[in-house]
């Protein structure tokens, strides 16, 4: 029996260490040999200016998820070459422990960065926990909170105004589609993802005020939404059945899913993406069916960031990157379904930045 | 001789009879509730549709553990087997298309049950600490696998590879349109018949086909031959087969290799058909689902099935439309009180009673309520099957020696 226990405590921990090499914690650049083919291309392993040294701790997902993460290290890969900055690089695991992420982020102030931006809303209480301990060194936290009342002077939060973007997105829908009806498609029911609905809805009706909205989500409250192609497609393919022929994704990397639908829809259905434009990253078969995509400037914002840094006046409390500031926005790589669309999408881009239409942020 | 055959075609018979019985039962209930609600999308092709897709990944994972509790090991690692699928799927079909893509999925998923059979039958590791391994060393490999090699192809990255081409598409033209206009007119009964021929008819994928075939192959097998018999033997009584000459060591890694396998069809499945490429984390749980599905269809063959079904369509339904989860009410209401009727009928009148309250309090709920609280929909496929497990959990019988360790000899 002893022979037993022994054997089992060796699989689970093989197990456990299998299991950690898939992660490719790349901080401190150890060379776990993870990520070899990727390690070419990643400016923070070739970086060796005198400038600022960044930390970028990634959400769940990492660099390559073809969405924020990646948008988060296009800004501090222009960062790196702008001001001879150097950087590190640490990713966050699929439901790791808040102390977990307070680790990554002291052992990246500890290994000399001066600015660390945290990915994702969910470092919001790791940063303000880690923040107080390293007054010299300045904290940023994408889409973050501050979860207590006393504001910490070395963190900032930025922001993003998704609302609007996605009320541009919705006008666009609106537009384009021919059945009266369009679709969207939300990862999980948070008050995130609701902005991103909220405005959808009503750019869409602002253009259109009789059109019909499918609002469907693939979970309530499960993080897993975000990652389900396979919910994602049944989803979307729902709202195409009953008469959507513009679907919107706001559901990260379920969203490849959204994609297959409206190919499936066939030709005169379109789906819109979200994020990054995704028309660059998407599949052949893919790319005449993006309508557009709702593009969050995460990489302005850590650009931005650096930039303060570098100038000596960090960035700190809250920063709202909206229209104005070109925080959000859409695209137009899909010429062909989206140019005459672009004039009137920009007369209401206009009205929202000079005040004239507000954007509601609530469903 | 003649005895036997007659006694056999009697069995054939009254088990065909009374599905049969049982399913015109179901359509007709469903079809009422659709007319009463007016949601026509309950029978729907398109949920149909949607029904058998959700459906495969999780019949195929049960599939795998059925073959593998059968000859007496617990396979939790299911999820992992599905994974190692995934990514063996998205591998073989971009070089070598989507039919050696499934072989490839089996193929990793084979691995991940090598794995599980080496640590269980050979080395005695507990069934369940092995099963987590698995599910750890399979999210682990095929991230790593993943990140090392999906970079550089076309549609790739780290974390994905899209635009794979999914095995092809079967539509039967005359049967389908008929079936089309059937399905329109909304009829009682019909139509829901009509739409369901029409989803089996039009673009369904042929390895959805492959998969609802291998449920025959499994139960044939398995039922049917000697090999299944010797099979089931392990899973009973391993020290009486070992009596009997059988080599249980090699019927325990046959069936566990072929649970790794089937479960990799299972997440090449998700890869190929209900999406059209890898990316991490996709199974999203459906290996535990497919073994709850298993244990739901009281380890038989056509149990499993409808367990996968069920998950499959109540999954599928509230991913299209929520409104329609609150006509499920009532069609859940109105089979436990046909269900408390049988019982009461069987003489179990504490059973009844208790089946009746439910099913009363859940028509109840329909009826007092015009929608269902999103937050509760998300939970329909998991509510619908632990009720039907809480009903029917007296009848469960699993295999009598699953999950115990045996040794070679220790028949004495």
């Known amino acids: 029996m002893r022979r037993l226990t022994k054997l089992s405590a060796v699989a689970a921990v093989a197990a456990l260490a299998l299991a950690g090499c898939g992660g490719s914690d790349s901080e401190g650049g150890s060379g776990s040999g993870s990520d070899k083919t990727a390690a070419s291309d990643d400016v923070c392993k070739s970086a060796d200016g005198d400038g600022p040294k960044i930390g970028l701790a990634y959400d769940v997902g990492g660099r390559g998820d073809q969405s924020f993460n990646d948008s988060a290290y296009a800004g501090l890969e222009k960062a790196v070459e702008d001001f001879d900055a150097t950087c590190v690089e640490g990713e966050a695991t699929d439901g790791e422990a808040e102390s977990a992420r307070e680790d990554r982020l002291r052992n990246m102030a500890e290994n000399g960065a001066v600015a660390i931006v945290g990915v994702g809303f969910a470092y919001s209480e790791s940063v303000n926990a880690v923040a107080p301990d390293f007054p010299e060194v300045n904290f940023a936290v994408i889409d973050g909170f501050d979860p207590d009342e006393d504001a910490n002077d070395n963190v900032a939060y930025l922001g993003f105004a998704e609302e609007q973007g996605s009320f541009l997105v919705g006008v666009a829908a609106a537009q384009k589609s021919k059945t009266g009806t369009i679709g969207f498609v939300g990862g999980v029911n948070t008050e995130l993802i609701q902005k991103f609905e909220a405005g959808y809805t009503a750019g869409a009706k602002a253009a259109k005020p009789d059109i019909k909205v499918e609002v469907q989500y693939i979970q309530e409250s499960d993080l897993s939404g975000f990652g389900d192609p396979a919910g994602g497609k049944a989803a979307a393919t729902g709202e195409f059945d009953k008469g959507a022929d513009v679907v919107y994704h706001a559901a990260g990397g379920s969203g490849s899913g959204v994609f297959d639908a409206a190919v499936e829809a066939g030709e005169g259905n379109f789906a819109i993406g979200v994020d990054s434009d995704q028309y660059l990253t998407a599949t052949d078969a893919q790319k005449p069916f993006i309508l557009t995509s709702m593009l969050k400037r995460v990489d302005t914002a850590t650009y931005d960031f650096a930039k303060s840094i570098d100038a000596g006046k960090p960035l700190v409390s809250y920063t709202v990157y909206d229209l104005k500031a070109d925080g959000v926005g859409y695209s137009t790589s899909n010429k062909s379904v989206i140019s005459d669309l672009t004039a009137d999408i920009d007369s209401y881009k206009e009205k929202i930045i000079s005040g004239e239409i507000t954007v509601p942020t609530k469903p | 001789m003649s005895a036997a055959t007659v006694q056999k075609r009697g069995i054939v018979e009254r088990l065909t009879k009374s599905w049969l019985y049982i399913g015109l039962a179901g359509v007709a209930l469903v079809s009422f509730v659709r007319i009463v609600t007016d949601t026509d999308d309950l029978t729907g092709a398109g949920t149909i549709r949607a029904a058998i897709i959700a459906t495969c990944p999780i019949l195929a ?266 006509a499920l009410l009532l069609l859940v209401g109105i089979a436990l009180l046909a269900f408390a009727a049988y019982r009461a009928y069987r003489g179990q009148i504490t059973g009844a009673a208790v089946v009746a309250v439910a099913g009363a309090a859940v028509l109840a709920w329909f009826l007092l309520t015009d929608t269902v609280p999103r937050e509760f929909t998300v939970m329909t496929p998991y509510v619908t099957t632990l009720f039907v497990l809480a009903l029917g959990s007296q009848r469960l019988r699993m295999p009598a020696a699953d999950g115990r360790p045996y040794r070679r000899g220790s028949a004495g």
């Open chain 2, 61 to 326: 994972a049960a599939l795998g553990g059925l073959w593998a509790e059968r000859a007496g090991v617990v396979n939790i690692g299911l999820e992992g087997q599905m994974i190692l699928g995934t990514w063996g799927a998205a591998f073989f079909t971009y070089h070598y298309g989507p039919w050696v893509g499934i072989a490839g999925a089996a193929l990793l998923g084979l691995i991940g049950g090598l794995l599980h059979a080496i640590a269980t039958v050979t080395f005695g590791v507990d069934h369940i600490v092995s099963g987590v391994a698995i599910n750890l060393i399979g999210a682990g490999a095929a991230t790593y696998l993943a990140e090392a090699i999906f970079p550089d192809y076309e549609g790739g990255g780290p974390r994905q590879l899209n635009g794979l081409e999914a095995p092809a598409q079967i539509t039967i033209p005359g049967v389908s349109d008929l079936a089309n206009t059937i399905a329109d007119k909304h009829w009682f009964f019909v139509s829901d018949v009509a739409s369901f021929v029409q989803a089996l008819t039009t673009n369904i994928s042929t390895l959805s086909l492959f998969v609802f075939a291998l449920v025959i192959v499994s139960a044939v097998v398995l039922w049917r031959t000697s090999f299944g018999l010797r099979l089931r033997s392990c899973g009973e009584n391993p020290q009486s087969a070992e009596t009997l000459g059988v080599n249980v060591y090699l019927y325990k890694y046959v069936a566990v290799l072929i649970s790794g396998a089937l479960a990799g069809i299972g997440g090449g499945f998700l890869a190929l058909v209900s999406s059209s490429g890898f990316s991490t984390g996709q199974t999203g749980g459906r290996g535990y689902i497919g073994l709850a599905a298993m244990i739901f269809g009281n380890w038989r063959p056509g149990g499993l099935l409808a367990g996968a079904l069920t998950f499959g369509y109540t999954d599928s339904l509230r991913l299209r439309d929520t409104q329609s989860v609150h």
